[in-house]
């Protein structure tokens, strides 16, 4: 079993793009691209490449394919205004709900409340 060494990272290093990928691939929580970065054999990790892309082109096509559908989808809608004359509207009460009434108060309060 081959054992890569470790890419140790100074603080304010770049680092070239191979080793930046290396760390990504070994850190990241993607599974196929884990498997790709430390796969011990070369037929293994050509396995995981071909089922990422395969999963990365089915991924493509999905969206594609729903986005299409919903885009075609048509929808008509239809609206006429008839003016059919003058509409005869019920008749609307307003009760009063004070309990006084403005005879008594204007006996009882006299000059104070004026209309």
Same mark, same amino acid.
């Given at each position: 079993? $081959? &054992? $890569? #060494?470790?890419?140790?990272?100074?603080? *304010?290093?770049?680092l070239p793009t191979n *080793? @930046?990928?290396?760390?990504?691939?070994?850190? %990241? /929580?993607?599974?196929?691209? @884990?498997?790709?970065t430390t796969g011990n @054999?070369?037929?293994? @990790?050509?396995?995981? %490449?071909?089922?990422?892309?395969? /999963?990365?082109v089915t991924l493509s096509?999905? &969206? !594609?394919?729903?986005?299409? %559908?919903?885009?075609?989808?048509? %929808?008509?809608?239809?609206?006429?205004? $008839? !003016?059919?004359? #003058?509409?005869?509207? #019920?008749?609307?009460?307003?009760?009063?709900?004070?309990?006084?009434?403005? #005879?008594?108060?204007?006996? *009882?309060?006299?000059?104070?409340?004026? !209309?």
């Open positions: 079993m $081959k &054992v $890569k #060494p470790e890419i140790e990272i100074e603080q *304010d290093e770049i *080793d @930046r990928l290396q760390i990504f691939g070994e850190n %990241t /929580s993607i599974h196929g691209i @884990r498997n790709i @054999r070369w037929t293994r @990790r050509l396995l995981w %490449t071909v089922v990422l892309c395969v /999963s990365f096509y999905q &969206v !594609y394919s729903s986005v299409n %559908t919903f885009l075609e989808f048509e %929808t008509n809608t239809k609206f006429q205004q $008839k !003016y059919r004359g #003058p509409q005869e509207f #019920p008749n609307v009460v307003i009760c009063n709900s004070n309990m006084l009434r403005s #005879p008594s108060v204007m006996t *009882d309060f006299g000059g104070l409340l004026s !209309y």
